[in-house]
């Protein structure tokens, strides 16, 4: 990563640049310390973002310090990002918005229905809307060629699952201009609490040609945040992007046939070709006949454990989104669920696809080969639950990715 500061420049709030710098290296100053009043403008404690203080405020003067005329968001969810482009914005003239999700609701409210980036509507509507398009329910593959923007400034922070980001990045590439500044969000979720697989961005920024900048590290953290900048090197070496798609998939998209009909416009037969051996090759792995990969992932998972222990020895722990996919892919497969669902928030959930939740027992020592099965998502959460149940005598099993991996005893 460049990180070639003016080391005289101090000034927090520093003024615009007299000109737009051709390169990404060149910026005097960190971009998370350039017009942080600007910033402080929202009071970002009122919505619901996914990324910190100092990822919200690496964007902001990003886009202070370069004035895009036309901003693209890919991935959405509740708006919290987009109400941080959106105030970035507000005074660069003819600066523009377009923000894409693939999702109508927003997939971290599974109780209620919340539409996509309901916070830029309803927390702050005195925010420039006149200059914000959102499109919700397509693929960004369903929609550059009819939008016809070339951009100069981009987020992508979708699925964090390969190849979905590269994917996105594929299908935006030829409406970038050269120069254009491209940021990618979650490059370190899968080391940060987040699933195993979620090494998505890591993946396409480890591939992709381009000078690359990240905020400054702290303490030796690893950033999760990083941008880089288009130029003719990132056109050049795309192909290491399409070769990155061999790499096994961590989730299949069924906008295959509109991706693949957006890449034919703009990359080579050859480059095509990598990419028809990459989805052919995932959808056999992810995929038998009809099954979906959360029903084969499900399928491998329930094996596992029916050939180790028995029923009345098996507790599932957690009763969030995870289980309940795991829950619907069993339905899918005809595979009949009758376990115990432990969760602390039992009371308040009641029960989950038709099966009660009860309170955990974190008290009583077992003796012989119980096991608890942690359905949830989050590593520093599965590693207190591992913890405790591991300390009463149960073999605890974690689902990391499509495999089932043993912590615990044997």
Known sequence: MHNNYDTEVTKQDAPYPTRRYD????????????????????????????MDIIELRFINGLIRYFKPQNVIEIGVSRGGG???????????????????DRAENSFRDKDTIVPIGIDAVTVFPDLPDNRWQLITGKDPSEVMESLAIRYDFAIIDTAHLHPIESLNFLCLLPYLEDGAIVVLH???????????????????????????????????????????????????YIDNVFDSLLLPWGMYTRDVGTIRELLKKHYTSSQIQKYDVAVSLNRTWTASGNTTYKEEQARRMWSVIMQRHRKNEVIFYGAGTNMRSFLS??????????????????QRIGDINGHDVCNPDFETKVTGDYCVVVTLLKNDIIRIIKSQFESLGYTVFCEIGEFLISHGHD
């Open 23 to 50: 390169m990404l290296s060149e910026l005097p100053i960190k971009p998370e310390e350039y017009e942080v009043s600007h910033y402080e403008k929202v009071d970002y404690s009122l919505l619901h973002s996914e």
């Open 329 to 346: 892919a069993l339905n899918e497969l005809s595979i009949s669920f009758d376990f115990t669902i432990w969760d602390r928030d039992a």
């Open 186 to 236: 979650d490059v370190a979720l899968h080391l940060k609490g987040g699933t195993f697989r979620s090494y998505a961005t890591r993946v396409l920024i480890s591939a992709v040609a381009g000078q690359k900048l990240t905020h400054a590290v702290i303490d030796g953290d690893i950033p999760n945040i990083v941008s880089f900048q288009i130029n003719s090197d990132t056109r050049k």
């Open 82 to 100: 987009t109400v941080n482009l959106l105030n970035a914005i507000s005074d660069i003239p003819n600066s523009k918005l377009i923000s894409i």
